[in-house]
């Protein structure tokens, strides 16, 4: 057996990166492609490697030089009409060589696992495509298949349509080819092909002809979770460095992300906070269905959403201010309405203490080792410490602490005596038990103790991160204009303004949804609480803090779920009101997603 590589392209949209050289030349987490896929090849025991070169091939050439003489028997063919053409060109230039032995045809843009090479050696078919089901990053040609894996037909760009995406299939660009597939079917079409269309072509447009007719004999096979990419731009490289990162390194590099996990459709976020059961499929299809008119209109200023925002809540909109998520409006508040000392209790979402002058940090750290807290426990600390401000998050992030409404009223209480500006985040709040009756978002509340200031992130409990939307709410009417007038006028985006406009009609079955989550919560619990090596500590939010007592270290167990199973979790451990112990913290989502979990911890 052989391979060739086809190797010609200009690569114009990886730009500067390919400005002097060739695709697989660029480098993945500091290794080219082409050596990559060179010391692959090499594994296989193949009698010779053709690369079809074009575009600074003098570049490749040199940078192989004799490194692998002693690995394989590589042969060079030159397109030197390499920006006039496309690969059924540089594949046509090599077609006496193909028709000398088996073949892997390989493009020279992927990244993948050796495994794919051998799942492709070791089947006894000849004539093979490794294709993978479609996800919503791949680009390019598409297959469908029937139940034996027949290839039934070549889908080009021209014919792709959303609504058969459940039936699609996209090629890997690695294929093998026996000797009397080449020679009897491939190359003649090819020929044929290339005649009648021109050299500008690719080359499985010829696949696709010879899949049409009766007698193909190129049959699918479909991988199933082994890691590939095609790299054609600098995002791709970027998913790519990712993706095929190990160990902590490929942590640091997702939480360098902060989001955007849709890019790696075969991951499960454990790590970000949302309600798996809303929003229902009856409102996604309503904002579907005005999917046009909100992307090509503009959205309203802050005065309409302002107004639909406290429709939202029942609270007048004088007392509330949307942001683009509640991280817009945290760091408007934090830093221009929060001066003095400000009380924390750590271990926190850092995204407050963040925002504030270290100098002016006073932090309470509970002493136990489930980090839970009273008001009393708060009035007891803080009282003596000169705070102007004090910030809670209820239920507490991390943790899961949660104090209950009628001890908050309290607390309420004692800072207005003390002359303390209360910040209350419940963006997990519809999480807690008594959720209907939990929220401090009342008018009476708000206009009788303007030292209280809300905020709620809408992306948690309403399951929607995508649209960015938070609120803060004051009965303090002269700083809420401040912060109306310091965020942009068109801060949100129409859709998540539509959103809020339609809320209402779904409320129900919001409250419904919320109900649901607090029994999922219940049944993960007990099964979390079985493993052997996690303390999972009791929350009222949609996560648990859990020690590991046991066989691993919060990165070790982090890195582990992440690097084997496309799991991620959150290593709590690094963070310092943690004293060095092992933390993690675990969203909790659907009975399927959390069952996959579960069984994960099982087997380790």
């Not at 490697?49 to 030089?65: F, M, S």
């Not at 992440?562 to 979790?569: A, G, M, P, Q, V």
Request: charged share 25%.
């Amino acid at each position: 057996m052989q391979a060739i590589i086809l190797a010609a392209g200009m690569g114009k949209r990886l730009g500067e990166l390919t400005k002097d050289n060739t695709k697989c030349m660029i480098e993945v987490n500091g290794q080219k492609l082409i050596d990559r896929m060179l010391g692959q090849l090499a594994k296989l025991n193949l009698k010779r490697v053709i690369i079809v070169v074009g575009y600074q091939a003098e570049n490749l050439i040199n940078h192989l030089g004799h490194r692998y003489d002693d690995m394989l028997n590589i042969e060079f063919v030159f397109n030197p009409i390499y920006d006039k053409t496309n690969n059924i060109y540089s594949l046509a230039l090599a077609k006496e060589k193909l028709q000398e032995d088996d073949t892997l045809l390989l493009e020279s843009d992927l990244i993948f696992e050796d495994r794919m090479l051998r799942l492709l050696t070791d089947n006894p078919y000849p004539n093979l495509a490794l294709v993978a089901k479609y996800e919503t990053w791949m680009d390019g040609t598409m297959v469908r298949i029937d139940s034996e894996k027949n290839i039934v037909s070549f889908v080009p760009k021209k014919a792709f349509r959303y609504s058969d995406v459940p039936y699609y299939y996209k090629t890997c660009n690695i294929y093998k080819f026996s000797k009397e597939f080449s020679c009897n079917q491939y190359v003649p079409f090819l020929e044929a092909y290339s005649k009648a269309m021109g050299d500008n072509e690719y080359y499985e447009q010829v696949l696709r002809v010879i899949t049409a007719l009766d007698k193909s004999t190129l049959r699918a096979l479909p991988i199933t979770d082994e890691k590939w990419y095609e790299i054609d731009d600098i995002q791709d490289r970027d998913i790519a460095e990712i993706k095929f990162s190990v160990g902590t390194d490929m942590l640091k590099r997702f939480h360098q992300c902060y989001g955007g996990y849709w890019r790696f459709p075969q991951m499960k976020d454990f790590c970000y906070l949302v309600n798996p059961f809303f929003p229902t499929d009856r409102m996604k299809d309503e904002l579907r269905a005005n999917f046009d008119t909100l992307l090509t209109e503009y959205p309203s200023g802050m005065t309409v959403n302002s107004l639909l925002a406290g429709k939202y809540f029942g609270i007048r909109q004088e007392l509330v201010c949307v942001g683009n998520g509640a991280a817009e409006l945290i760091k408007c508040l934090i830093e221009n309405h929060c001066s003095g000392k400000i009380g924390f209790v750590f271990p926190t979402f850092e995204e407050y203490p963040n925002r504030t002058n270290p100098d002016n940090r006073i932090i309470f750290t509970p002493s136990n080792p489930d980090f839970s807290y009273s008001a009393h426990d708060l009035k007891q600390f803080f009282k003596d410490k000169g705070i102007r401000n004090l910030l809670i998050i209820n239920p507490d992030n991390p943790s899961g602490n949660y104090i209950p409404f009628n001890e908050l009223r309290q607390l309420i209480e004692w800072t207005a005596e003390n002359s303390i500006n209360l910040i209350v985040d419940e963006s997990f709040v519809d999480f807690t038990d008594n959720h209907a009756t939990a929220s401090l978002l009342h008018n009476d509340i708000l206009l009788s103790n303007p030292h209280l200031t809300v905020v709620k992130s809408i992306s948690k409990s309403y399951g929607v991160p995508g649209l960015r939307l938070g609120i803060v709410a004051s009965g303090n009417t002269v700083m809420m204009d401040e912060i109306r007038k310091e965020v942009a006028i068109w801060n949100i985006n129409s859709f998540a303004e539509f959103y809020m406009q339609i809320f209402n009609k779904y409320e129900k079955d919001f409250l419904e949804a919320c109900d649901k989550f607090i029994a999922e919560r219940s049944l993960f619990f007990k099964e979390l609480s079985a493993i052997t090596f996690l303390r999972v500590i009791p929350s009222q939010a949609n996560y648990f803090l859990c020690e590991i007592i046991d066989k691993y270290t919060s990165a070790q167990l982090t890195g582990k779920l992440l690097e084997e199973s496309n799991i991620l979790i959150k290593d709590c451990g690094q963070k310092s009101a943690f004293a060095g112990k092992n933390y993690i913290r675990i969203a909790i989502r659907d009975r399927e997603d959390n069952s996959k979990l579960v069984q994960k911890l099982r087997e380790l």
